[in-house]
């Protein structure tokens, strides 16, 4: 300070006030600190001034509704008390008016801002006589903490009540959590504090198989899942399925694995039904000896089911059916095309379709079926079409075939009764001559006659032990008793022992001929009927042939013998001969034999 004496001379008086400075600075940065707090902690003081009933609060009065100046520093209590909550205006009065909860909160609700805002309030000061007092106090904005609170309430209530176990623990198998349905299975109460993870329900197991999991879940990007069966305590068997994360707790500065368990016993069993329900429906579908198949007819008609009777039938396997449609899976496009027709048909008519067809297989044979096709309700889309399918190319080759024997049966018939009534006649022709030639024989007027009369009856002779033979050789046929004696023999030989036997038998201006160029042959096989074949032949042969030469022999073709017999006679037409190995086949009926 400085005090003038005279015109000349001034007093000058100074203090050192560095640390009152000082202290002054470090008050207004404390002061901002608080205020700075305050916002943080979204924090307000207030006043209420008992004598003008009026409250004092900077950060507050301005947002309260009606006031309309943001700036607005003070109020009369009732346009606060407007503002606040009905059930919570109670509790407010008396911290204002009486000053009551004096180092206790009080939690309130207010409309700030045009929002619902949580506040909770203490009073920190009361001063003054009754009527005049001052009370002083400050608010915290609660509102996140609040909503805060209430989501974890609600996820707390909605874990507490999911089907699902949920739990965690530290790496060592130390519980940190575990919602109401893992506690209610495994029977635990209050803290987790000494429980091991490993020591319950699903999760029992030693510690090194806790290890060994740990492990597992890390190596396998920190999630794993897996399924695992354990007894309850009523020593039911249970399935539970788990899920599990390693998970980096921020606030417990650790990893932790949080478990997700399901129990699965109820699906698990019906899934075990089912597939047992379907194997045997399965196993049934495919045993019945007929074709099932179903088709989509909202998917071109591709098949959806082709069971084993129909793979076993048309040579298709089911592998190369399903998802496909007629036209990929028969090879005769006409085939597909014919189904195709029925199913729209079935389709338009919304009924049943009942049918005898044909379709070619994989491996070309016809096959013949009768099919039944009926449509199937399916829930928003088309109906399914499902087909029955009975094949009868068996049924139908045994009916033809049973046409085919009795057509023969009654041919075979018709010559038997031709056959004995031209027996009757070959067999009494030789017969008459051999009677009548007998008693001339006695009466002949020359030996030249005679020995006529003996050729005749020889010749005669022969023809009727030949018919009779024959008659023998049909009926042991017949009767399934014809006998072969097989034995090693000489081809060339017997070859030569027919030529004996016919070369004075065949008519005059006849030549028989044995080609012997394939030399001696030895074979294994019956030498009797053998010999009766060339018999047969070469008399056939010597029957038919009046000018030329008969020929026969044998050749060798690689690993086979072809005997053969050629004559120059009249011979067999071209389109008679097949016939000539059916049964009593004569071609000329004028000519002597059986056929």
Known sequence: RIFKLDEQYALCMCRDVTEQQQAKNELEQAYRRMKMAEQIEALNHWYYYEQSDEVESPGLVGRLPGIGDPQAVRCRSEVMFSAIHPADRAKVLRLL??????????????????????????????????????????????????????????????INNVEEEIYACTLDGSMEFANAQFRNRNRVEGELTGFRVYELGAQRSTREEWEQRVASIRSNDGTLKYTVRFKDDTGRVVAMEVVCYLIYDRTKECEMVWFFGRDITRRVENETRVKELNSLMDTILNNIPVYLFVKDPGNEFRYLYWNKAFEEHSGIPASKVLGRTDLEVFPDPRDAEKFRRDDLKLLRTNGRLDFTEEYKAATGETRIVTTSKALVPAENRLPLIIGIAWDITEQKKTERELIEARIRAEESDRLKSAFLANMSHEIRTPLNAIVGFSKLVADADSPEEKQLFADIIDSNSELLLQLINDILDISKIEAG???????????????????????????????????????????FGDHNRLAQVYTNLIGNAIKFTHQGEIRFGYRVEGDRIVGYVSDTGVGIPADKVGAVFDRFIKLNDFAAGTG
């Open 97 to 158: 008016t009486r000053g009551e909860f004096p180092g206790d909160y009080v939690e309130f609700r207010i409309r700030l801002d045009g929002e619902d805002r949580f506040l909770h309030s203490r009073v920190i000061y009361t001063g003054g006589e009754p009527g005049s007092r001052v009370i002083e106090g400050y608010t915290q904005d609660m509102t996140r903490i609040v909503e805060r609170v209430r989501e974890l309430e609600a996820l707390k209530y909605a």
């Open 481 to 523: 008793t014809l006998e072969f004696n097989f034995r090693t023999m000489d081809l060339g030989l017997l070859c030569q022992e027919q030529y004996e036997i016919h070369k004075t038998r065949v008519r005059e201006g006849v030549r028989l001929v044995l080609d012997d160029h394939a030399g001696s042959v030895e074979l």
